[in-house]
């Protein structure tokens, strides 16, 4: 097997195949499957997940270069006879600071795109001279005009914080891209990709004919590599590493059809041969760690969200639902579909170990106000639960939840409510990664967490009192016999009984039992 180099960071089509000296998994299947089934498309997917790479093959497809696609599925299954002319807008390139900001912009892509095609610009807006530019470029060559947006919506998220310049913005660029409708008898194809889907209402109300295939089963492997291309593509990186790591920690990335890697993971995995959550390390989601602290999110739902399929494409200046923002971001994927006469419920989960690990860890921080404790922490947890030492844990979380300044508590609503508690109870574990069962079903009840590790069973019950320790958590557990599933399956079990009060900010009971 002859290794190749690792595409990492090229988002170039042309720089991938010319010389054949790049590892490259042919998505030119589809992509002619794209286009035969319609002109107008738009794509949802997660940031670094190779949107533009599809979106530069597809203008390398249009444009003809057929010597680009020696040996793919496109070679002789496209007709390199007919070129069309192709307009490419990306926004993927620094910050948009406000409207103004945006138009220069614009003015800049259209600047190039008029030299380019020998257009003098007599229009006096942008709309105007994008309206124009399509029409001469359609004229002048005799074919209808293909139309690339890459990262549409990177300008608005750019000021989603600033919700009036985020506005502004959103209502330049809706201006924008409704010149493509009314341009439809010459142009050919139209292809937009972001990380967001804003609601057709706010942002595409002028281009209603778009089809949205982020949730076409067909197409969930459009962007990111399959089990397959990394079994035969890559084969030549496998050697020393652990495939089923692999895939616990990488894979799982579901748009309704066929599992997908995050593909920057996987040659940064290749590369450093150490699995680390690469992609999460590349931008630290400080406005969805932050939204979800403002709304007092129980990090252990995080586990299992059930949404309307509306709902995650419900995004917009001024609403944003948890479950949009997290699934938009690739924080969450979808589990499960279940189609109820007049509804389409979705599961959704975590996609893989990194995710879950990673994004625990900086809610942790974030519940905690204690980024610098993290990491000792996390190492003392660990290896108190390698050695099955739950007395340790209780002089773990005491002593942590005890460091937390006491003004953090007055100026952050979320220690007021009680999910905060078991919430950074279970973000320490899941960091961790450890195995995590969430309200474990018994035949008396349901458990608030069951940790298991090592050969060993946790299992916790969380209690809120308001002074003095009541012994309820405890009780509970046992009354419940709650261990006796596991029991039966011959696993040394620990009951953990947890008792937070109010007034002391702090575990004032940490019961346990081994059995």
């Known amino acids: ?37 319609g002109s107008h498309f738009f794509l949802s997917r997660p940031r670094r997940f190779g949107k533009s790479l599809f979106l530069d093959t597809l203008k390398e497809l249009f444009e003809g270069n057929a010597a680009l696609f020696c040996g793919l599925h496109a070679q002789e299954h496209w007709d390199w006879s007919v070129k069309h002319p192709v307009l490419r807008f990306s926004f993927g390139g620094g910050v948009v600071h406000d409207a103004a900001d945006l138009q220069a912009r614009l003015d800049s892509h259209l600047m190039r ?9 007599v229009d006096q807006t942008n709309p105007e001279r994008f309206r124009s530019l399509i029409r001469h470029l359609a004229q002048a060559t005799g074919q209808r005009v293909v139309v690339l947006v890459d990262e549409y919506d990177k300008p608005i998220l750019d000021r989603i914080e600033d919700k009036e310049r985020a506005r502004g913005i959103r209502e330049a660029l809706k ?138 494409s419900t995004f917009d200046v001024d609403t944003i639902p948890t479950e949009a923002l997290m699934f938009q971001a690739g924080y969450l994927t979808i589990a499960r579909v279940d189609y109820i006469p007049g509804l389409t419920q979705i599961e959704l989960r975590y996609p893989n170990l990194e995710v879950r690990t990673a994004l625990n860890g900086a809610l942790l921080q974030a519940l905690t106000d204690h980024g610098s404790h993290y990491a000792v922490q996390m190492g003392r947890l660990y290896r108190l639960l390698q050695a099955g030492d739950v007395a340790g844990m209780r002089e773990v979380f005491h002593a942590f939840f005890a460091t937390i300044p006491h003004d953090w508590h007055r100026n952050n609503a979320i220690a007021g409510y009680e999910g905060y508690w078991a919430s950074v109870f279970y973000s320490h574990f899941a960091a961790l990664g450890v195995d995590i069962v969430l309200e474990d079903v018994t035949n008396h009840g349901r458990i608030d967490m069951a940790v298991r590790w090592a050969g060993r069973v946790y299992l916790f019950e969380f209690k809120v009192v308001e002074f003095a320790p009541q012994g309820r958590a405890l009780q509970q ?9 596991y029991r039966a399956a011959g696993l040394p079990v620990h009951l953990i009984g947890v008792e937070f009060s109010r007034d002391e900010r702090n575990i004032v009971a940490f019961e346990t039992l081994a059995l």
């Open 113 to 121: 795109h008029e030299a380019e095609a020998g257009l003098k610009a």
């Open 175 to 312: 201006d924008f891209y409704s010149v493509i409708k009314d341009s439809d008898a010459d142009i050919r194809f139209v292809f937009l990709t972001g990380v967001s889907k804003f609601s057709k209402v706010s942002l595409f109300s002028g281009l209603n004919n778009l089809r949205d295939i982020t949730l076409s089963p067909e197409f969930s492997a459009i962007c990111g590599y399959t089990d397959e291309d990394v079994d035969k593509v890559f084969a030549p990186e496998l050697p020393s590493l652990d495939r089923q790591e692999i895939r616990r920690w990488y894979n799982g990335y579901n748009w309704t059809g066929e599992a997908v890697y995050n593909p920057f993971d996987l040659l940064l995995l290749f590369q450093e041969r150490q699995f680390r959550p690469w992609w999460f390390e590349t931008g630290t989601p400080t406005f969805l760690i932050k939204l979800l602290t403002q709304r007092q999110q129980f990090t252990p739902d995080l586990e299992r969200l059930i949404a309307p399929e509306t709902l995650l």
């Open 477 to 485: 557990l046992l009354e419940r016999r709650y261990a006796d599933k």
């Open 1 to 37: 097997m002859i290794r190749k180099k690792l595409p990492i960071g090229i988002q170039t089509f042309a720089k991938i195949r010319e010389g054949d000296a790049y590892y490259y998994v042919d998505k030119t299947p589809l992509a002619l499957q794209l286009v035969a089934q």
